[in-house]
């Protein structure tokens, strides 16, 4: 259970937490959306069996909001992973054969941003990255059940130890009382 633990630490540590503090996103604000349209296709591919790709394509929607009712109007990005993969589009579908449907599914996030019109964003605080993202990967409730279950475990495991342990020595002494007596 202890190994577990450590184990969990380990990879969670590598993965959550690491991505978590990379971010530079960290301010929590209030975005009003300016502008959300479908600017152009992207190119793109899928998979359609065992080494086995084609070629199909996905609308850019770009969105642009303005930061705690501010004049600057900066890029909005649905998460850490579009400023990777393609940092002029505000969502990446996966890849389809249907245009057609990646298309609405585009339109359809597109419109649900222009009826909301303010929408809570992360910003970088130190304005090194000129843009915002919609929602976190990792946010602190997600660091904090990484963290907190391993804890949970490691702690289960060293009482578990502690009362083996504890065990022992209870029949040893208790051993030693009885030659004692005789």
């Not at 959306?33 to 199909?56: L, M, P, Q």
């Not at 579009?82 to 359809?108: G, L, R, S, W």
């Not at 090194?128 to 059940?145: G, M, N």
Request: a positive charge.
């Amino acid at each position: 259970m202890v190994l577990l633990s450590v184990m969990m630490y380990f990879v969670l540590g590598i993965t959550i937490l690491r991505s978590y503090s990379d971010s530079v996103w960290t301010n929590e604000a209030s975005c009003t959306i300016v502008n959300a349209t479908i600017v152009w296709d992207v190119n793109c591919s899928y998979s359609c069996g065992a080494e086995c790709w084609k070629r199909s394509r996905f609308p850019c929607l770009q969105v642009f909001v303005s930061v705690n009712s501010s004049q600057r109007a900066v890029r909005l990005l649905h998460n850490e992973e579009t400023q990777d993969n393609n940092p002029e589009c505000f969502y990446i579908p996966k890849c389809h054969k249907d245009y057609a449907a990646t298309h609405a599914i585009v339109q359809n996030i597109s419109e649900r941003l222009r009826s909301q019109h303010v929408v809570q964003c992360f910003v970088d605080p130190t304005d090194r990255v000129d843009s915002a993202i919609l929602t976190q990967i990792y946010s602190r409730v997600a660091v904090f059940h990484s963290l907190f279950w391993p804890t949970c475990t490691l702690i289960g495991g060293t009482v578990i130890i502690a009362m083996v342990k504890l065990t022992q020595y209870l029949s040893i002494m208790c051993e030693r009382l009885s030659r004692f007596k005789r």
